[in-house]
């Protein structure tokens, strides 16, 4: 079966760089679009990054537009997302997301079929 397990999440100032990374097993996955999403304390999961099978086509969410990016490896079966600039209102849970096919959707959850477990990201001030 599909296992989404990320890493990276942890404690950092304002302003200051996070990279996350996932690892994906269980389908191939360079026939796979890939994502990101947050859920706040309180919040509703959010949309943050998506990826297409080949990284030829990515999406942002406005709110980490310019600041965050999303790549991923083939060979290593793992998708990335740099944070720079980071804010406090970045503070979430980031969960990985592997898509039904090989480019993504449309809002909400971009055609994601699998989640990862996530991993914290906490940005003090």
């Known amino acids: 079966q599909v296992q989404l397990v990320e890493s990276g999440g942890g404690l950092v100032q304002a302003g200051g760089s996070l990279r996350l990374s996932c690892v994906a097993s269980g389908r191939t996955f360079s026939s796979y679009a890939m994502g990101w999403f947050r859920q706040a304390p309180g919040k509703e999961r959010e949309f943050v990054a998506v990826?297409?099978?080949?990284?030829?086509?990515?999406r942002y969410a406005d709110s980490v537009k310019g600041r965050f990016t999303i790549s991923r490896d083939n060979a290593k079966n793992t998708v990335y997302l740099q944070m720079n600039s980071l804010k406090v209102e970045d503070t979430a849970v980031y969960y990985c997301a592997q898509g039904a096919g090989s480019d993504y959707g449309v809002g909400p959850n971009y055609s994601m079929d699998y989640w990862g477990t996530g991993t914290l990201v906490t940005v003090s001030s």
């Open positions: 990826i297409s099978w080949g990284g030829g086509r990515t």
